[in-house]
Nanobody, 115 residues
Framework: QVQLVESGGGLVQPGGSLRLSCAAS???????MGWYRQAPGNQRELVAA???????NYADSVKGRFTISRDNAKNTVYLQMNSLKPEDTAVYYC??????????WGQGTQVTVSS
């Protein structure tokens, strides 16, 4: 079992920045890690992912604005979010995955982009 705890969400104005953190209860070095988000009335969607080898991929909607990174020594994954837009408003969830059976979620952190 891996417990994941997100932090860093909040209210920010359009064009602003936030950095989300996801702290794991134990080593994440073997896991692919991801950030997902879910806005009211929408399905949960992948925002960014990073493999155990630190390869990254991003949703088209956040490319060039968001950066995912990992610090295995601290058992933590980050999501740096710049140039935030109102449509980025959602609950952001951290995920740890290792096929075929391991899949863990955090409780989520709210990000609200509004003036």
């Amino acid at each position: 079992q891996v417990q994941l705890v997100e932090s860093g969400g909040g209210l920010v104005q359009p064009g602003g920045s936030l950095r989300l953190s996801c702290a794991a209860s134990r080593s994440i070095s073997i896991y692919a890690m991801g950030w997902y988000r879910q806005a009211p009335g929408n399905q949960r969607e992948l925002v960014a992912a990073i493999t155990s080898g630190s390869r990254t991929n991003y949703a088209d909607s956040v490319k060039g604005r968001f950066t995912i990174s990992r610090d295995n020594a601290k058992n933590t994954v980050y999501l740096q979010m710049n140039s935030l837009k109102p449509e980025d408003t959602a609950v952001y969830y951290c995920n740890a995955n290792k096929l075929p059976y391991s899949n863990y979620w955090g409780q989520g952190t709210q990000v609200t982009v509004s003036s």
